[in-house]
């Protein structure tokens, strides 16, 4: 079968043949891939800066943002049959008995650092024709979502945000109170959302979704595709090279929540100094190692403090997180079926993985898409 490895010691990217994987216990479970959608972090992994292959081997296949259809099942696997579709869960736990997120099921908060992430750390990924996985990280999807449910991996990133965002939220007086609403002429909540690529975007619908008064900034110039996704959803779209990250306020007001989906230090920055009084700064990025930012540290911090103004790093997801994407993506398709749409306009065959990984980006999510 085919599959798209990365052979770091070679500094090489390239399709390569592997037997077919078979179900050897039985809460296995055999996929074949549908789609796999790529992302910054297998961008990262194809330039050699990032991702580890598994012990003992020198390549690591790809892909973490997958679909797939279950083929057969282990003899002690009830919840699947084959035809089910499912997505996989991207990280499993590290193995330390001490450790109380994994024990728990909870390895998108592990706390040893030495779990494992499919495709990406320690373990192969899903760019492959087959793959044989356990049964209980496999996300159901119901098949009337099959045309975008390799959406699902990239939204669960804003689910976990969001998950967390609630109970930071409980520290301050009711956001949705009609009363206090009336009183302050049924001001909502603004949201930021930085970055208008795929996590930016999708992050602005869940945002949209749940009443916030949505803003996409980001880098690109009006009309491109990612602005015209944010408009289908009701939010606005800003440039930053029209209107500065100073100059953001006077066009939103307060801001009460960034989620940031870019990953550039600098621009992350500019904007945490924008942040309004008792505001919440998400950040979902992974910057690169890049140029020193110089900053003015004190002020920051004595804005932070001053203002109750909280930041929160959030990595990967956990069980409940891939249940919430999915019970979104439904609302998304029914309010939003084109703009969802939107951001899958093209599909490449397995063949051309790499050139498409390497070479530049096509529309807003790149998926690599599997003829059985
Ligand atoms: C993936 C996460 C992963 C993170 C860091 C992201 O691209 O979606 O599942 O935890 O990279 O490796």
Known sequence: MKAVAVFPAHREVKLIEQEEPVITQSHHVKLHLLEVGICGTDKEICSFAYGTPPAGADFLVIGHEALGEVMEVGDAVTRFVPGDLVVPTVRRPCTHELCRSCRAGHQDFCETEDFTERGIKGAHGYLAEFVVDEDQYMNPVPQHLR?????????????????????????????????????????????????????????????????????????????????????????????????????????????DLVYEAVGHSQFMFEVLRVLGPNGIYVLTGIPGWQTLIEADLATLFREMVLKNQVMLGTVNAGPHDFRAAVADLEIFNQRWPDAVRALLAERTPIEQATDRILGRPVGIKNVISFQH
């Open 147 to 255: 045309e975008i449910a390799v959406l699902v991996e990239p939204l669960t990133i804003a689910e976990k945000a969001e998950y967390q965002l609630y109970t930071l939220m409980q520290r301050r007086p009711p956001w949705i109170d009609p009363a206090l609403s009336e009183r302050t002429q049924g001001r909502g909540h603004t949201a930021l959302v930085l970055g208008a690529g795929p996590v930016g975007l999708l992050g602005a619908m869940a945002l949209q979704a749940r009443e916030f008064e949505t803003f996409v900034y980001s880098r690109g110039q009006m009309p491109n595709p990612q602005s015209e996704v944010a408009q289908a959803i009701g939010a606005t779209y800003f440039s930053s090279q029209v209107v500065s990250p100073s100059q953001l306020v006077a066009h939103i007001g307060p801001i």
